[in-house]
């Protein structure tokens, strides 16, 4: 064998002999191990401030917008007037209405202190009037009889006295109807009623050219110009009703099962993000949204912040759990944590073994460890992932 045969052997034995080395060489890990402190788990979404209530205000008749009172962003009381129709119409109708029940008044008022009178004296008339054909008649009959008069005579007073006897009937029905009960005050009673009811109408049309806050709160929309023609029904003005902030968001059903009335949140408006106030969960909806696997939940705010506007987007951090003094492990050393098997890759006599663990509250960097592994362990960090169970492996603390 030559000198240069020699020298290469030697050099591929010493590369073998290296790549030998290298291949039994334990594997260099990063590891954390396990400790104890506190973990949050919080449920993070974002939603919109909504007002209690909102309350659409729509024109109660067709009519031309006058004058506008308010716009957007404006507080209101209640009763204050926002929107002024055009009334012309409205107060002419009013006017005449107001007049027909004076007309009907005036009938009434003829036929109690004028009519009843005026039928009594009438009555006492007919019945001096029959008393007298009467008399005439008996009187003619006795000179019929002495054949002082034709049979002509005696037939007219019989007539004259029907007649008296019809006049005198007609009196006293006519007495009877300007009675207190009587049909013509029946009658002048009821007009007066139908005259009033038309004007209770034509005033009831009037106030409704006004338009007038129902509540306390504030101009949210407001859709109409002084000069607008407006319909029956339409929508003029949107008002938030003042009363307590609530705050609205729609997090994913998968949380569901961690969310519970009273748990505290912390939130902020996108428009303020350094602006964070504290906020309760009052409501969780009893269905979730087929659509889109989302559930809806308010939140109370006690104290809200001057800024904060109805309909503001907002991020929402809610505490659904907190355990103090508990075994943690950071989130990334965890392996399936979403599964129904998490476990975690400890270092054990130099390998790789793979221990199933139990899991606690889920914080955003920290979980809780309740089962699997103990402080003394030592755990591959989220660097070593690709380290499988019984590789030889070193484990390196940072």
Same mark, same amino acid.
């Given at each position: 064998?030559?000198?240069?045969?020699?020298?290469?052997?030697?050099?591929?034995?010493?590369?073998?002999?290296?790549?030998?080395?290298?291949?039994?060489?334990?594997?260099?890990?990063?590891?954390?191990?396990?400790?104890?402190?506190?973990?949050?788990?919080?449920?993070?979404?974002?939603?919109?401030?909504?007002?209690?209530?909102?309350?659409?205000?729509?024109?109660?008749?067709?009519?031309?917008?006058?004058?506008?009172?308010?716009?957007?962003?404006?507080?209101?009381?209640?009763?204050?007037?926002?929107?002024?129709?055009?009334?012309?119409?409205?107060?002419?109708?009013?006017?005449?209405?107001?007049?027909?029940?004076?007309?009907?008044?005036?009938?009434?008022?003829?036929?109690?202190?004028?009519?009843?009178?005026?039928?009594?004296?009438?009555?006492?008339?007919?019945?001096?009037?029959?008393?007298?054909?009467?008399?005439?008649?008996?009187?003619?009959?006795?000179?019929?009889?002495?054949?002082?008069?034709?049979? #002509?005579?005696?037939?007219? +007073?019989?007539?004259? *006295?029907? $007649? %008296? /006897?019809? &006049?005198? =009937?007609?009196?006293? !029905? @006519?007495?009877?109807?300007?009675?207190?009960?009587?049909?013509?005050?029946?009658?002048?009673? #009821?007009?007066?009623?139908? +005259?009033?009811?038309? *004007?209770? $109408? %034509? /005033?009831? &049309?009037? =106030?409704?050219?006004? !338009? @007038?806050?129902?509540?306390?709160?504030?101009?949210?929309?407001?859709?109409?110009?002084?000069?607008?023609?407006?319909?029956?029904?339409?929508?003029? *003005?949107? $008002? %938030?009703?003042?009363?307590?902030?609530?705050?609205?968001?729609?997090?994913?059903?998968?949380?569901?099962?961690?969310?519970?009335?009273?748990?505290?949140?912390?939130?902020?408006?996108?428009?303020?993000?350094? *602006?964070?106030? %504290?906020?309760?969960?009052?409501?969780?909806?009893?269905?979730?949204?087929?659509?889109?696997?989302?559930?809806?939940?308010?939140?109370?705010?006690?104290?809200?912040?001057?800024?904060?506007?109805?309909?503001?987007?907002?991020?929402?951090?809610?505490?659904?759990?907190?355990?103090?003094?508990?075994?943690?492990?950071?989130?990334?050393?965890?392996?399936?944590?979403?599964?129904?098997?998490?476990?975690?890759?400890?270092?054990?006599?130099?390998?790789?073994?793979?221990?199933?663990?139990?899991?606690?509250?889920?914080?955003?960097?920290?979980?809780?460890?309740?089962?699997?592994?103990?402080?003394?362990?030592?755990?591959?960090?989220?660097?070593?992932?690709?380290?499988?169970?019984?590789?030889?492996?070193?484990?390196?603390?940072?």
């Amino acid at each position: 064998m030559t000198g240069r045969r020699v020298v290469l052997v030697v050099v591929l034995l010493g590369v073998v002999a290296t790549i030998a080395y290298l291949s039994t060489r334990p594997a260099e890990v990063e590891v954390v191990r396990p400790t104890r402190g506190p973990v949050v788990q919080t449920v993070v979404s974002s939603g919109r401030v909504m007002p209690p209530a909102e309350i659409k205000l729509g024109a109660l008749t067709a009519s031309t917008v006058r004058e506008v009172f308010v716009g957007e962003g404006d507080a209101v009381v209640v009763d204050q007037l926002l929107v002024q129709l055009d009334d012309g119409e409205a107060k002419a109708a009013v006017d005449r209405a107001r007049a027909g029940v004076a007309a009907a008044k005036a009938g009434r008022f003829e036929v109690a202190k004028l009519g009843a009178p005026a039928a009594e004296a009438a009555l006492r008339q007919a019945d001096a009037s029959l008393e007298q054909a009467k008399r005439d008649l008996e009187r003619k009959e006795e000179l019929f009889a002495g054949g002082v008069i034709p049979k #002509a005579n005696l037939d007219d +007073a019989r007539t004259a *006295l029907e $007649l %008296a /006897e019809s &006049q005198r =009937a007609a009196a006293g !029905l @006519q007495v009877q109807a300007a009675s207190a009960g009587g049909s013509q005050a029946l009658s002048a009673a #009821a007009a007066v009623a139908q +005259a009033e009811a038309q *004007l209770a $109408l %034509a /005033e009831e &049309q009037l =106030a409704r050219t006004k !338009l @007038q806050s129902p509540v306390d709160g504030t101009v949210l929309a407001r859709y109409l110009e002084p000069g607008d023609a407006v319909v029956a029904g339409s929508t003029l *003005l949107i $008002l %938030a009703r003042t009363g307590a902030t609530r705050l609205v968001i729609e997090p994913d059903e998968r949380n569901l099962a961690t969310l519970a009335l009273g748990q505290p949140a912390t939130a902020s408006a996108e428009a303020f993000p350094d *602006l964070q106030f %504290a906020a309760s969960v009052q409501y969780i909806a009893p269905s979730v949204d087929p659509q889109r696997g989302t559930v809806e939940v308010r939140l109370a705010v006690p104290s809200p912040p001057p800024e904060l506007k109805p309909h503001m987007t907002v991020s929402v951090e809610i505490e659904v759990g907190k355990r103090d003094g508990v075994l943690t492990l950071p989130r990334s050393a965890v392996r399936d944590l979403a599964s129904r098997e998490p476990f975690v890759m400890a270092v054990v006599d130099g390998r790789a073994v793979r221990r199933a663990v139990e899991l606690g509250i889920l914080g955003d960097e920290r979980v809780e460890i309740r089962a699997g592994i103990d402080e003394g362990s030592l755990v591959v960090a989220s660097e070593g992932r690709g380290v499988a169970e019984g590789d030889r492996v070193r484990g390196v603390e940072r």
